[in-house]
Protein backbone atom coordinates (compact mmCIF):
# COMPACT_ATOMS: atom_id res chain seq x y z
CA UNK A 1 0.00 0.00 0.00
CA UNK A 2 3.03 2.29 0.28
CA UNK A 3 4.23 1.43 -3.74
CA UNK A 4 3.50 3.93 -6.25
CA UNK A 5 1.28 3.01 -9.06
CA UNK A 6 4.76 1.87 -11.44
CA UNK A 7 6.49 0.14 -8.40
CA UNK A 8 2.95 -2.51 -8.05
CA UNK A 9 2.95 -3.18 -11.75
CA UNK A 10 7.39 -4.51 -11.62
CA UNK A 11 8.75 -7.25 -9.68
CA UNK A 12 10.50 -5.98 -6.25
CA UNK A 13 14.17 -5.49 -6.23
CA UNK A 14 15.33 -7.98 -3.61
CA UNK A 15 17.86 -4.83 -2.13
CA UNK A 16 14.66 -2.73 -1.51
CA UNK A 17 13.08 -5.49 1.32
CA UNK A 18 13.53 -5.10 5.07
CA UNK A 19 12.01 -7.27 7.76
CA UNK A 20 11.62 -5.50 10.76
CA UNK A 21 12.82 -7.39 13.80
CA UNK A 22 12.22 -4.72 16.39
CA UNK A 23 16.08 -4.25 16.79
CA UNK A 24 17.56 -0.46 16.95
CA UNK A 25 20.87 -0.76 15.23
CA UNK A 26 22.46 -3.62 13.16
CA UNK A 27 24.46 -4.62 16.04
CA UNK A 28 21.59 -5.48 18.40
CA UNK A 29 20.13 -7.16 14.91
CA UNK A 30 23.03 -9.38 14.37
CA UNK A 31 23.17 -10.53 18.11
CA UNK A 32 19.68 -12.23 17.26
CA UNK A 33 19.88 -13.71 13.97
CA UNK A 34 22.84 -14.19 11.28
CA UNK A 35 22.71 -13.62 7.79
CA UNK A 36 20.98 -15.67 5.94
CA UNK A 37 18.21 -16.56 8.04
CA UNK A 38 15.02 -17.92 6.10
CA UNK A 39 12.16 -16.18 7.26
CA UNK A 40 8.17 -15.83 6.79
CA UNK A 41 5.72 -14.07 7.50
CA UNK A 42 3.12 -14.91 10.50
CA UNK A 43 0.56 -13.40 11.05
CA UNK A 44 -0.22 -14.60 14.73
CA UNK A 45 -0.02 -11.64 17.80
CA UNK A 46 3.37 -11.11 18.72
CA UNK A 47 4.92 -9.11 20.91
CA UNK A 48 8.35 -8.23 20.23
CA UNK A 49 11.53 -5.08 20.56
CA UNK A 50 10.51 -2.84 22.85
CA UNK A 51 6.93 -2.15 23.64
CA UNK A 52 6.19 -3.11 19.47
CA UNK A 53 3.58 -6.48 18.71
CA UNK A 54 2.77 -6.97 15.50
CA UNK A 55 -0.22 -9.19 13.62
CA UNK A 56 -2.71 -9.19 10.73
CA UNK A 57 -5.68 -6.32 10.38
CA UNK A 58 -4.24 -4.33 13.57
CA UNK A 59 -5.30 -1.09 12.05
CA UNK A 60 -9.19 -2.15 12.54
CA UNK A 61 -8.63 -4.21 15.37
CA UNK A 62 -6.75 -1.46 17.57
CA UNK A 63 -9.64 0.57 16.51
CA UNK A 64 -12.00 -2.10 17.83
CA UNK A 65 -10.43 -2.34 21.09
CA UNK A 66 -10.52 1.26 21.75
CA UNK A 67 -13.99 1.55 21.41
CA UNK A 68 -15.00 -1.16 23.17
CA UNK A 69 -13.14 0.27 26.01
CA UNK A 70 -14.73 3.63 25.54
CA UNK A 71 -17.69 2.11 25.31
CA UNK A 72 -17.20 0.44 28.86
CA UNK A 73 -16.57 3.94 30.53
CA UNK A 74 -17.77 6.87 28.57
CA UNK A 75 -20.87 8.47 29.92
CA UNK A 76 -20.47 12.29 29.72
CA UNK A 77 -22.79 12.49 26.86
CA UNK A 78 -24.29 10.15 24.16
CA UNK A 79 -21.42 7.80 22.65
CA UNK A 80 -22.07 5.69 19.62
CA UNK A 81 -19.68 3.39 18.16
CA UNK A 82 -19.91 2.72 14.95
CA UNK A 83 -17.59 -1.03 13.85
CA UNK A 84 -18.26 -0.59 10.29
CA UNK A 85 -17.00 -2.11 7.16
CA UNK A 86 -15.78 -1.13 3.69
CA UNK A 87 -13.06 1.45 4.98
CA UNK A 88 -10.96 0.62 2.37
CA UNK A 89 -13.27 0.91 -0.77
CA UNK A 90 -14.81 4.66 -0.02
CA UNK A 91 -16.65 4.39 4.02
CA UNK A 92 -19.86 3.43 2.77
CA UNK A 93 -20.32 0.94 5.96
CA UNK A 94 -19.54 4.38 8.21
CA UNK A 95 -21.21 6.85 6.19
CA UNK A 96 -24.73 4.37 6.58
CA UNK A 97 -24.08 4.63 10.12
CA UNK A 98 -23.67 8.51 10.20
CA UNK A 99 -26.84 8.90 7.88
CA UNK A 100 -28.67 6.94 10.16
CA UNK A 101 -27.32 8.31 13.60
CA UNK A 102 -27.09 12.00 12.32
CA UNK A 103 -23.71 12.67 15.46
CA UNK A 104 -22.86 16.34 15.92
CA UNK A 105 -19.00 15.18 16.18
CA UNK A 106 -17.32 12.15 14.18
CA UNK A 107 -13.77 10.69 15.40
CA UNK A 108 -12.07 8.09 13.57
CA UNK A 109 -9.89 5.87 14.89
CA UNK A 110 -7.65 4.18 12.87
CA UNK A 111 -3.98 3.05 12.01
CA UNK A 112 -1.24 4.18 10.01
CA UNK A 113 2.25 3.57 8.57
CA UNK A 114 4.73 4.23 10.79
CA UNK A 115 8.79 5.22 10.54
CA UNK A 116 11.31 2.63 9.21
CA UNK A 117 14.74 3.13 9.30
CA UNK A 118 14.87 3.63 5.27
CA UNK A 119 12.26 6.28 5.47
CA UNK A 120 13.08 9.84 4.21
CA UNK A 121 11.86 12.47 6.54
CA UNK A 122 9.76 13.75 3.86
CA UNK A 123 8.53 10.45 3.60
CA UNK A 124 7.61 9.86 7.63
CA UNK A 125 3.40 9.70 8.31
CA UNK A 126 4.81 9.60 12.08
CA UNK A 127 7.09 8.19 14.49
CA UNK A 128 6.80 5.30 16.68
CA UNK A 129 6.60 6.15 20.16
CA UNK A 130 5.88 9.50 19.74
CA UNK A 131 1.92 9.01 20.67
CA UNK A 132 -1.17 8.98 18.45
CA UNK A 133 -0.75 10.83 15.16
CA UNK A 134 -3.47 13.29 14.36
CA UNK A 135 -4.70 13.71 11.03
CA UNK A 136 -5.48 17.36 9.74
CA UNK A 137 -6.73 15.87 6.40
CA UNK A 138 -6.94 12.70 4.41
CA UNK A 139 -7.37 12.32 0.39
CA UNK A 140 -11.26 12.38 1.51
CA UNK A 141 -11.52 14.89 3.86
CA UNK A 142 -10.23 18.12 5.77
CA UNK A 143 -10.55 17.55 9.47
CA UNK A 144 -12.42 20.47 11.36
CA UNK A 145 -9.08 22.35 12.86
CA UNK A 146 -10.74 23.07 16.38
CA UNK A 147 -11.40 19.07 16.82
CA UNK A 148 -7.84 18.76 15.83
CA UNK A 149 -6.67 21.83 17.93
CA UNK A 150 -8.53 20.04 21.35
CA UNK A 151 -7.14 16.69 20.50
CA UNK A 152 -3.33 18.08 20.79
CA UNK A 153 -4.79 20.11 24.12
CA UNK A 154 -6.57 17.33 25.79
CA UNK A 155 -3.25 14.62 25.41
CA UNK A 156 -1.05 17.74 26.80
CA UNK A 157 -3.68 18.12 30.03
CA UNK A 158 -3.22 14.44 30.38
CA UNK A 159 0.63 14.66 29.72
CA UNK A 160 0.70 12.22 26.73
CA UNK A 161 2.48 12.05 23.95
CA UNK A 162 0.77 13.29 20.74
CA UNK A 163 1.98 14.08 16.67
CA UNK A 164 0.13 15.16 13.41
CA UNK A 165 -0.06 12.67 10.93
CA UNK A 166 2.92 14.02 8.41
CA UNK A 167 1.35 12.51 4.99
CA UNK A 168 -1.64 13.29 3.48
CA UNK A 169 -2.31 9.83 2.29
CA UNK A 170 -5.33 7.73 1.78
CA UNK A 171 -8.90 8.49 3.03
CA UNK A 172 -11.11 7.44 6.31
CA UNK A 173 -14.32 6.69 7.24
Known sequence: HLQSRDERCREIDMSSLML???????????????????????????????????????????????????????????????????????????????????????IVVECTTADTPVTSEYGKVCCMNMGPAISFMDNGTVYDQKLVELAFKEAEHGNLKAQYKKAVCGSND
Open 20 to 106: DIGCKTKEEAKKLVDIGTSVYFSSKFKEFGEGLIKSKALDDRVGCAILVELLKTFDECDFYAVFSTMEEVGGRGARIAAEAIKPDVA
